[in-house]
């Protein structure tokens, strides 16, 4: 066994199939290319959620609307403590303020919340009110109206739907194994999203385009990529947005946001400079390691596209949690439906007790 488990089968899932030779994923049936700009946020809930929740409502857009609503109540709890923390540590504390449960009201009070309370710690750090919902709007376009107190345009909500709907799921990842472990303990469906969202913020999961935008802003312009990135390597930084346990080839998650971002017109000199920078990075990376595929992954357009959304960096972490959220809540019910605790074993391999003399 590796000690980075990649040898072991530990779930067997309806919900998504990633295949990492291939390039290719699968949502519930539907291919990514299938989902990603066509499908809203609300529709991959529908997908995968369907089977897993008996009280499952029929309209989810408005049941969405209303749970943003309801947690929007929470946001009272930020005080000058939590808004010291990077915004994910704070998102989480409040997250922890819900109570636990296994139903599909408890479901969507997790769905709603990551959205309505990073709209609310962005605003509140940058020394601005925060913005009540409005449950009447798709929740791509009010998490952009809570986020700014202006409405997005159509382009900018479709592109931030893309964003979740590409996220929503992929496979057995580390924030949906660890929600997987904790729902097997029957804890509740808050518990399990706690810990996705903890596993979530580490620099080599879900905290990895931050650091994108940083790269990007040091190198400054494409003339300075290989010098930076040459110097980055040697000091045994690891690049982020490059590389992948699973995929072997690009991962198909990078194209689907590159398409995005460039509905949003504005952004296009700052693709082509990524464009540069992705470039420069692939070349170096494959004459370094030439014996390890080392790609593009979906964290490199993602930097693009939430900058491009107005989300801060400091944040990037939060939006990925709005989005695979769905993902966390569908596994944790299909994880309770199979009903096994989940409890590996360890090799001991430390000091045995001495005799007493
Ligand atoms: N930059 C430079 N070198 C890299 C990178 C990288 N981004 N990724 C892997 N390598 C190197 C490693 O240093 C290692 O070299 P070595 O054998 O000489 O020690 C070799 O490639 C293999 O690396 P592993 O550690 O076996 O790769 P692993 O599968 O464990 O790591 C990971 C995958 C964590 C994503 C890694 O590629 C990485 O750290 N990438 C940067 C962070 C990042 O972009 N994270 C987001 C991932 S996508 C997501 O989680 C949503």
Not at 2 to 24: K, M, N, P
Not at 244 to 251: A, E, G, M, S
């Amino acid at each position: 066994m590796s000690d980075g488990l990649e040898d072991v089968v530990a779930a067997h899932t309806v919900l998504s199939e990633v295949d990492g030779q291939a390039g290719r994923m699968v949502i519930r049936g539907r291919s990514l290319d299938d989902l990603a700009g066509r499908a809203t946020y609300e529709d991959v809930v529908g997908l995968l959620f369907s089977g897993f929740y008996a009280d499952l409502p029929a309209d989810i857009r408005a049941a969405l609307g209303r749970a943003r609503a309801e947690v929007f109540a929470e946001v009272a709890a930020l005080d000058t403590g939590l808004l010291d923390r990077s915004p994910v540590e704070a998102v989480r504390a409040l997250l922890a303020r819900l109570p636990d449960g296994d139903d599909a009201e408890t479901a969507f009070r997790l769905l709603a919340a990551p959205a309505v309370f990073t709209a609310a710690v962005v605003r509140a750090q940058a020394g601005e009110a925060p913005v009540a919902p409005d449950p009447a709007l798709r929740h791509s376009a009010d998490t952009l109206r809570m986020l700014r107190g202006a409405h997005a345009s159509k382009a900018e909500a479709d592109a931030l739907d893309t964003y979740l709907v590409t996220v929503s799921d992929h496979g057995l990842n580390a924030s949906t194994f660890a929600a997987r472990v904790v729902a097997s303990t029957r804890a509740g469906l808050t518990s399990a999203v706690l810990a996705g969202i903890s596993a979530l913020k580490g620099p080599l999961h879900g905290g990895a385009p931050g650091p994108v935008i940083e790269m990007l802003d040091e190198i400054g312009e494409p003339a300075n990529a290989r010098a930076w990135i040459e110097a980055a390597l040697d000091r045994g930084d690891r690049l982020m947005g490059f590389g992948h346990r699973i995929y072997r080839v690009r991962d198909p998650r990078a194209d689907a946001l590159k398409g995005a971002v460039r509905w949003l017109d504005a952004r296009q000199g700052r693709l082509e400079f990524a464009e540069a920078v992705e470039a420069a990075a692939l070349a170096i990376l494959a004459e370094r390691k030439p014996n390890r595929p080392l790609d593009t992954n979906v964290e490199f357009y993602t930097a693009l596209l939430l900058e491009a959304l107005q989300f801060p960096p400091s944040a990037f972490t939060c939006v990925f949690a709005m989005g695979r959220v769905a993902g966390w809540l569908a596994h944790a019910r299909e994880q309770l439906a199979g009903g096994r605790l989940i409890r590996p074993q360890s090799v001991y391999v430390g000091p045995m007790p001495q005799k007493a003399a």
